[in-house]
Each structure stands twice: as C-alpha cells, then as structure tokens.
C-alpha cells in the first residue's frame, strides 16, 4: 500500500476551538438520543401525562404539548428519529455518491465526461428541492424521506470524491503503480482509497447537518416522518397551532435541531480546509 | 461573447429538457400504481373512473411514449390538468410565478444587503474579532432551520408585538417571509464575500497599489471592490437556487400564496400532474437564472469571453 504522507498536512497546530466544541456538543446529543430510553421521565408517546399545555416545570422540564405529552421526553426520543435518518442517509449517499466519484475518475475519458455532465447538472439544483420532488413521488414516511434525503446527497459526495480523486490520480505513485500492472480496480481498492478516505469521512459530517435540515423540513411539511412520531420537525408542525399559547413546544424541538446542525458545521467546517483540495492554499 | 451565449443558453436548453423528460419518468417510481395512490383520498373512486383516469393520463401507453408525449405537451406549453379541481396546472403555476417570484427577489436583496457588507467587514479585518464574530454569526445562521425562524418571527412581530400581519399575500405580507430568508441566506452570503475578497486582497495589483502610497480606503473601494464583486456575482446565482429550494418551505410558514404552497399543497393529496408541473417550472427557474449569471459573468470578466 502506497500512502502519499503529502495529501494532509498535519499542521503542527492545537485542535481549534470550534471542532472541540462541536464535537463535545455532538457527543452529548448522540448520548442524549442513544440513552432516551433509560433518560425520558415519561413514554413519548403517552397523553395526558401531565397537564395539556403547560409551561415547563420541574415534573415536566420542556413543558407538555397539545396532548399532555412530555415534551423532553419527545425532544430525546425525536434525537434517534433525526440522528438515525441523518446517519442512514448520509452513509448510504456517501457510498453511492463516492462510487460515482471514483468511477468518473478512473473508468476512463468517456464516463468520465458523462457522469461529470449529469452529475453538475443534479448539484446545480438546490438538495431540499430534489429531496421534496423525490419524497412527492415516493410518499411520505420515514424510509422514503431518508431515501430522498440520500439521493439528494448524492450528486455532492460524487462531486467531492471526484475532486479528491482526480487530484489523486495525477501523482506520480498511481502512475508508478499503473507501470507495475495493476488494474483500475485494484489500484482505486488499495492506493487510492486510503489515501482520500479522510477527507471523505470529513465532507461526509457537512452533509451531515444538510441531511438533519432536510429531514426536520419534509416532516414540518408533513411528507417526512408522519405524527404522532416525535421527530423534531413533526413537533414543530403541530405545535404550531399552539405559538401563543405554549411557544415551549416552538422553542425545544427547534433549538435541538439548531444544536445538533451547528455541532456538525463547526466540525466539518473548520476540519474541511484542512482536507479540500480546491482550498488548500486559499484561506 | 456571442459565442459564450449560444453555447450557455444550448445548454441550459438541454437541461430543461432533461428536467422535463426525468419528472414524466418520475410518475413510474410511484409504489404501486398512481392511480390508486392519486385517488385513494377520493369518494368517487370507482373502477369506471380510475380507467378514465388512466386514459386521461395516459398510463396505458407504454413507458417511453408517455414520456416522449409529456415532453412534447410541455414544450408546448400543455401541463396537464390538475387531479383535483381539474383546472390547467400551467394556468395555475403561471397565476402563482409572480408571488413566488416578488418574494424570491425580495430575500435575495435582503441577503446581499446583509451579506455583502459583513462578508467585506471580515475580509477587512481577518483574524480580528470582527471577522470571528463574523464568522460565528455565519455558522449560527447556515445552523438554524429557515422554517424556525420564521415561526419565531411570526411569534415575535405578529402575534407579541402585532407590527405585522401573520399571513396574505399584501405587501406588508411579503416583510416577515423576506426578512427570514434574508437572514438565513446572508450568512452564505457573507462567507462567499469574506473568501472572494480576500483572494483578490492577495492579489499583486494591490501590494502594488499600495506600495505607490495609495490610502487603504482607496485601495478597498477602487482597486478591490469591482474585481470581488465579479466573483460575487456569480454568488448570487448559487445563493439565488438554494433560496428558491428554501422557500417552499418559507411559503408554507406564511402562507404565501406562491409555487411552493401550491406544490406542497399537491404533495400532500398526491396530485401528481401538479407536481410534474412544479418541478419542470422551479427547475427551469434555477436554470434560466444560473443561465444568466453565466452570460452576465462573461460581460464583466473579460477573461471568460475568450474561452
């Protein structure tokens, strides 16, 4: 395995801020979500477990819903439904997205041309648009929402691989390893791979905060995750009949998909200039 | 240049073809079968009339003639009726065009007119605590979904302090729906200035403008500002294609009687000649505006008219 020590300069600097509190932030939430069930006072699900509306309280420190719902319970348990479909959608549109990617830049001038065409083409338009075209012609429901959100990822990781890939593909050790024989396939498996794998693990968290918007954005419209579900998108939805009189079930549910987003874009951001070709050298 | 121009405005033809042909073909990813789908949420779903419904819209020809035949009605202009109401989807998307329209220029103004200057404080002072509060204003505002912020601002200016009405398609309407997707569109805004000027603040033209002494002020708004703003130029139109994706949502909150209200109105009942209709329609949007962004960066970049 040949690994070209140049692709990421592991500047000799502190970890920044940002990416500390990001990924402290990321943890506590993935904690939060991943522990719901043993950490929620009360069954998401369960009406009247408190009174209808009411403010946040000791008993009920999110307050309680149109239903009397505990609303920290549902903020935490919505964690698994927002984390699990960000997660679902970004590994599988990464996989898919990255193959194309690579294919471009390794099957040869023809392919190449082709998939760059098409691929531009889909990553010219914005992904919350073909997410909802695609979710309009699926349904709605939480497995069609994450396969949309996915699709909709896909032309940006096939747009970033190939970037990384064709950068790649132009130094000397693939050329050296093309001499001694090995075919495409091998050489992308064993030389190329390990070499962007960072970098992709990297764009893979900004897509990652994409994802968790679509996905809140389809089911406030009710084509993503349907109700009574207690994704953080469906709570906004059907609280927001209630803003004035309880704007708690407004501000919990939205704050958590603030913080969950903001945690990835501090990381994928401030991580991103260290691994993007096309900013290295530029701030 | 004319060159650049045919060859921008061929492709943006080819595109909105490949548009038109993918959304006929999108009707065959349904599960199962449209009909049943379109009018499971209707009373008058006898056999008879799902057959006419087939006929109508065609589903009884084989897969590549329906779409070679909805390409054709397209092209001319025919959207199909909608299922419900059975009224022209083009009338219907063409009523909507200005609202969504007004709206779109609307946020897109407010988004430069915060944007630009920020982007440009930053660039100014980089590394210093105006560029960081800068830039953290510019990831607090990509992190906020434009959905919440909007709830919040109806909840604040309309409902508390009642200065604004809640929802209608006035121009006191348009306030509330535009200040929100300005907002949430600037902070993309400001970080595509901040790196366009500081690239051009790098550039040999300015040491040399200011080696010969001249002032700082000079050197920014003379020598920096037209050259950062050809690559700002080409911002908008990236900046212009996300905001139109944002505002279905956007359009939903305010009940702003735009394209995106209307689709997700048809999403919802599974309307699907209506969402044909929407997706051709936004998508030919994005590609007429990028379109001219092009052209127009070709008219202020000397540079591009010789490739």
Request: hydrophobic share 55%.
């Amino acid at each position: 395995m040949t690994v070209a020590t140049a692709t990421i300069k592991p500047r000799r600097r502190r970890m920044p801020v940002t990416v500390i509190l990001g990924l402290g932030l990321a943890v506590v939430i993935a904690a939060a979500s991943l522990l719901a069930p043993y950490l929620t006072p009360f069954d998401p699900m369960r009406m009247a477990a408190g009174p209808r509306l009411a403010a946040p309280s000791i008993a009920h420190p999110f307050g309680t819903d149109e239903f009397g719902r505990d609303l920290l319970s549902r903020v935490l348990t919505g964690g698994r439904l927002s984390l699990g479909i960000g997660i679902a959608a970004v590994v599988s549109g990464l996989v898919v997205g990255g193959l194309l990617g690579l294919l471009a830049a390794f099957a040869g001038r023809a392919v190449e041309a082709v998939l760059l065409r098409v691929v531009d083409v889909l990553y010219s338009f914005p992904d919350t648009l073909i997410a909802l075209a695609l979710v309009a012609f699926l349904g709605p429901g939480i497995e069609n929402a994450t396969l949309a959100i996915a699709i909709s990822l896909v032309p940006f990781y096939a747009r970033v691989t190939y970037g990384l890939a064709a950068a790649e593909r132009a130094k000397p050790y693939i050329e050296a390893a093309r001499l001694a024989g090995i075919n495409s396939g091998r050489l992308v498996r064993v030389h190329v791979m390990p070499n962007i794998g960072q970098s992709l693990i990297v764009m893979g968290t900004l897509g990652f905060s994409s994802a968790i918007l679509s996905a809140a954005g389809l089911s406030f419209l009710g084509l993503g995750v349907q109700p009574p579900s207690p994704e953080w998108g469906a709570i906004l939805a059907s609280g927001r009949n209630y803003i004035t009189k309880a704007p708690w079930i407004l501000i919990f549910p939205g704050l958590a998909i603030c913080l969950t987003v903001l945690s990835f874009n501090l990381i994928g951001d401030s991580l991103r200039d260290l691994v993007d070709p096309r900013r290295k050298g530029r701030p | 240049m004319l060159f650049l121009i045919s060859k921008r405005v061929l492709a943006a033809f080819a595109t909105v073809i490949a548009v038109i042909i993918l959304s006929g073909i999108l009707i065959h990813v349904v599960p199962g079968d449209p009909v049943t789908a379109m009018m499971a949420q209707s009373v008058s779903a006898t056999p008879e009339a799902m057959a006419d419904m087939r006929a109508r819209l065609g589903l009884d020809l084989p897969v590549w003639q329906q779409v070679g035949l909805y390409a054709w009605h397209v092209l001319q202009g025919d959207f199909g009726r909608s299922i419900r109401g059975n009224e022209s989807v083009a009338w219907l998307l063409l009523q909507r065009l200005p609202n969504t329209f007004s709206l779109a220029v609307c946020g897109l103004t407010v988004a430069l007119a915060i944007g630009i200057p920020l982007g440009f404080l930053a660039a100014i002072k980089r590394g210093r605590l105006a560029d960081t509060a800068v830039m953290v204003i510019a990831v607090l505002g990509v992190s906020i979904p434009a959905f919440w912020l909007g709830l919040i601002m109806i909840q604040v200016f309309s409902l508390k302090l009642g200065w604004l009405p809640v929802a209608g398609s006035s121009w006191r309407n348009i306030i509330l729906p535009a200040l929100t997707l300005g907002l949430t569109y600037c902070a993309l805004v400001a970080r595509m200035t901040r790196s366009a000027l500081i690239e051009v603040l790098a550039e040999d033209y300015i040491r040399t403008a200011r080696a010969r002494g001249l002032r700082e002020r000079q050197v920014l708004l003379v020598h920096a500002l037209r050259p950062a703003l050809i690559s700002i130029v080409t911002v908008v139109g990236l900046v212009f294609a996300y905001l139109l994706g944002g505002q279905v949502i956007i359009e939903n909150v305010f009940s702003w009687n735009g394209i995106g209200r209307l689709a997700v109105q048809a999403m919802l009942e599974r309307d699907y000649p209506m969402i044909q209709g929407f997706i051709v329609v936004f998508a030919t949007s994005v590609v007429i505006v990028s379109m001219l962004i092009d052209i127009l960066y070709g008219f202020l970049d000397p540079r591009m008219r010789q490739r």
